[in-house]
DNA sequence: TTCCTTGCAAACGATTTGCATTGGA
DNA sequence: TCCAATGCAAATCGTTTGCAAGGAA
């Protein structure tokens, strides 16, 4: 049987993998699952959501446990959403850098990327505003709110 | 005594007065004291923040209360910024579009404007990108992450 | 054994709401 | 007068934490 090819889930669990041991930090079974389950879905996940969506059930006390730990590993990024609520997703270095499509009939929220051209004239941007205002620009992030095609057609 | 210029926050609050007016609600003494050290903020302020601000005390759920008719009335916006917490400023159509410069150390949130030109080249950048994914884009957020002034002095 | 991880239940903090009271057009 | 606005206290909801039990090294 021949060696099968990485898929790109595939890697990035062995990325997570590398960093958590780095760590000292175990690489548990619901760890793996948030994990994975994190790498197949389209945009950042809530808590409830990813609690829906896990293979198998896992309380919530133990989700947002592990939802932290994987966080301060920095292998997940935390956002908030327009209502609120946390929604994680796997830390840049892991997926690349990117932005959200936030749909303001649903709620869904999706990743879109920029090619590094635009994405480089976008930080140049960014850092000459900070700057003006006495700032230094680490970082940026851009939603895009709108409406889904799955929304437009109700 | 000659009459007074209008000032930039005079001129918000005509305006907020008008539309409240001409949506039935009114305009109260409290409403009012939160519009205006609004329109006085740098950034769009916490709760807490604006309980602190306001110059004579409101109680917290009343000055929930009164957020929630402002923006119902689309005299507020409200955001929700990296800790989750709800943040309030004056709509867009009374302070003009802008973004958010955010401190990652203090967390202090300020107002940034983009020219027109640039403002524009980035609508269409969102459109371009939202279309490609089915979207229809009606808005955008930009956040810039970074590090104050002050903060960096410490 | 010795930590780390888990699950349940209780605690939390921001925000919201029920209800009786107050106040302005 | 009379409905809208207020203040207080209690309820909500997402999230966090204490603590005892279970698991892996």
Redesign the interface.
Known sequence: MAIMADSPADRVEQAVAARLRSHDVRFTTTRRLVVRTLAGARGPLAAGELHQALPRAVPLSSLYRTLAVLEESLVLAK????????RYELAEWLTGHH?H?V??SCGEV?D?T?SPE?EQTITA??SR??S??????????????????AC?AL
């Open positions: 956002q908030h959403d327009d209502l609120g609520m946390g932005h499509l749909c303001e999706r879109v920029v635009t941007l960014v505003l900070a003006r205002a006495g700032y230094r620009a680490t970082g940026h992030r851009i939603d895009i709110q709108g409406t889904c095609r437009r």
